[in-house]
């Protein structure tokens, strides 16, 4: 069973940044597709950004060119950079890798001044 392990929410300013990590346990990491989704209190979770396991890339609208999604298949690694950062932003966000249907524990972002 793969484990995904968030990392990297604080709370930060309106137009900062951050970058979220999320961490794979197991070696089939690099086969599959991967996705953060976001979850705001009283809103159903959204897909922000996916990754196939070839590196391309897609986002939804609200963070396209300020959010950028990468995964390094050496270290396991999934990340999300966040520029820009805009009160709206501010949920848990989590990792999934798809596939196999796996989530991480979520990691929470607030952007409030």
Known sequence: QVQLVESGGDL????????????????????YPMGWYRQAPGKQRELVAFISSGGTTTYATSVKGRFTISRDNAKNTMYLQMNSLKPEDTAVYYCKLHGIGS???????????
């Open 103 to 113: 989530w991480g524990q979520g990691t929470q972002v607030t952007v409030s001044s």
């Open 12 to 31: 930060v300013q309106p137009g900062g940044s951050l970058r979220l990590s999320c961490a794979a346990s197991g070696s089939i990491f690099s086969i």
